[in-house]
């Protein structure tokens, strides 16, 4: 079946409906604020109802707004959306995608500009950090944002962190949960995993090209809803208010938070990333193990440098920095 775009006119209506704050509106009166004939209301109506709005109708009284969906459709992530540039090109929306980040990295290596978004509803081959996949079905948030920063590939785990920094201060604030973050990034609560980013770089000579900043956050899942080998792990914002959040809000939170930590980044460098980073450190002070390099080596998580480097306390070796790796509590 042929998927209903729903395009600028369509959009347009919308906007009308949304304006009467579900008060009935006349097919007349739409169709004269609109310019356009009332079967052509008719069928603008019925775009929107089959992206999933409830939209009453009557003879009598008209159409009148009854529902949006919780789907993050390229319209609605942008109406109300505070910020200058991410999220205001392209968004791509995908009811189902093999993953997000593939396809961003084709748009980006095709030229897309910064900003540019990837959405899925879900993924069918989600990636994760390390070669392993990223369980990506309906309920989550899953994003690809192109950015186009001017650094050297170096630096380039430093914006993983500012996403993950960025990403939490979204969620705490809007869910109240206490998430916390794990070097590099993975976000946490109560120690399970409620959601993960993946950056992927083009490069060109020694100057990034494109960075792709993949997300996965687990939002309406519920406990059951993981595979058993991943039940023990994970969490979503579900299993851990008991509540169903409307996913619009959040990612317009973490579109609005990157911004301004990338726009800080840009003025500031990484300082103020770092500190922010260490208030929400899961693992300053405990004992891990770190695996980098096909090499496990155990000790006290101390810090992360000033270059986002994970710095350890070793048992055998003394301190020691890492670029990359894999930590698990000991
Ligand atoms: C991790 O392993 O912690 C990173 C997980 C990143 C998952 C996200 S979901 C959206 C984007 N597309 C992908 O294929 N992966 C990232």
Not at 130 to 143: D, K, Q, T
Not at 184 to 208: A, C, F, H, S, Y
Request: hydrophobic share 40%; charged share 30%; proline share 5%.
């Amino acid at each position: 079946m042929k998927r209903p775009v729903a395009g600028n006119r369509t959009e347009q209506l919308l906007g009308c409906l949304k304006r009467g704050q579900g008060r009935w509106l006349s097919g007349e009166s739409l169709s004269r604020e609109m310019q356009m004939s009332r079967t052509a209301v008719w069928k603008h109506v019925g775009a929107l109802k089959s992206e999933g709005y409830l939209i009453a109708s009557s003879p009598r009284k008209g159409y009148r707004l009854q529902e949006i969906p919780d789907r993050l459709l390229p319209w609605e992530v942008r109406d109300g959306l505070q910020t200058g540039r991410i999220g205001r090109g392209e968004i791509r929306h995908f009811p189902r995608l093999a993953s997000t980040n593939l396809e961003a990295k084709a748009l980006a290596a095709a030229g897309a500009p910064e900003g540019t978004l990837v959405i899925a509803e879900e993924q069918t081959a989600g990636r994760g950090r390390r070669g392993r996949s990223w369980f990506s079905p309906p309920g989550g948030i899953y994003l690809s944002l192109i950015v186009r920063p001017d650094i050297r590939p170096e630096e380039a785990p430093r914006f993983a962190l500012l996403t993950a920094t960025a990403v939490a201060a979204a969620l705490r604030e809007a869910t109240l949960l206490e998430v916390r973050i794990k070097w590099p990034n993975d976000l946490l609560v109560q120690g399970g995993k409620l959601g993960g980013i993946l950056t992927e770089i083009g490069m060109e000579m020694d100057r990034v090209e494109y960075m792709v900043v993949g997300l996965g956050v687990n939002v309406n899942l519920e406990r059951k809803d993981f595979p058993p080998d991943l039940r023990p792990l994970a969490t979503s914002i579900r299993a851990e208010t008991g509540r169903i959040f409307s996913r619009l809000p959040l990612l317009r939170g973490i579109l609005e938070e990157f911004e301004g930590a990338y726009d800080e980044y840009r003025r500031e460098g990484f300082a103020p990333v770092r500190r922010r980073w260490q208030n929400f450190a899961e693992m300053t002070g405990r004992r891990v193990t770190v695996r980098s390099l096909g090499e496990t080596f155990t000790g006290e998580a101390l810090d992360i440098d000033a270059d986002g480097f994970l710095v350890l306390r070793e048992e055998h070796r003394g301190t020691m920095r890492f670029f990359s790796g894999d930590v698990s509590y000991v």
